[in-house]
């Protein structure tokens, strides 16, 4: 099983899962098979009840109520089927960060608005965050240890998002977009991968808090000192 979150990271054509479901989030790509689709609903359920390890595929027909043999038409092994479903639930969190971040006014209410959003959109996966609650060997280190690929692919996408504020004018010309996703990036990733005794993570509003005081400031380049 360790090969399925491998996959989540860096495939064998070297494009991340994670990466694909970005693209398809930006180019809206939608999947009209409509039995495709009633497989990977059938999977997320069933993953979602009993966890990735102890699901079959004879579980998922089951659930969606065809044949084994048409599961393996659509999806020729466990890791694809998991594979798919996993970079679908990423889709959808791409799909609602774009939403959401539409709603703010300013590019720090989008950075404020965006952190929250990406916290409440994983931790309240019923996969995603389940695999993070009750499976973390399963998926923190492909999130982690995967030689910063997957960090690297959400860095690129924030990096994208403030590179559209300063065209805008909306942060300055000399902000080091890459840098700054970076640490945002980080910031974020550590509050999904490891437990804080002292920010509560279901406290929306503690959360806007801790990123107007400690993500917003990054809008401003530092500010020469002294020669």
Do not use: W
């Amino acid at each position: 099983m360790e090969s399925v979150l491998s996959a989540f990271m860096a495939p064998s054509d070297s494009e991340s899962l994670l990466e694909r479901a970005y693209v398809d989030a930006v180019e809206r790509v939608d999947d009209l098979d409509e039995l495709r689709t009633r497989i990977l609903d059938a999977a997320y359920e069933q993953f979602c009840r009993l966890g990735i390890r102890r699901s079959t595929m004879e579980d998922v027909a089951r659930l969606a109520k065809v044949s084994r043999i048409t599961v393996y038409r659509r999806f020729d092994s466990k890791d694809t089927l998991v594979e798919h479903v996993v970079r679908r639930e990423f889709r959808r969190y791409f799909d609602r960060f774009l939403i959401d971040i539409e709603q703010a006014d300013t590019a720090a209410d989008r950075v404020v608005l965006g952190f929250v959003s990406s916290l409440r959109a994983i931790r309240g996966n019923r996969l995603i965050g389940g695999l993070i609650a009750t499976e973390p060997d399963l998926l923190v280190p492909s999130m982690t240890a995967d030689g910063g690929q997957t960090l690297a692919t959400v860095r690129q996408f924030v990096a994208g998002q403030l590179r559209r504020e300063q065209r805008a004018g909306n942060v300055p010309d000399s902000l080091d977009a890459d840098l700054v996703a970076e640490m945002m990036v980080r910031i974020s990733t550590s509050f999904l991968t490891i437990p804080s005794a002292v920010v509560d993570l279901d406290d929306e509003g503690q959360l806007a808090a801790v990123a107007r005081r400690f993500l917003v400031p990054m809008l401003e380049p530092p500010t020469r000192g002294p020669q």
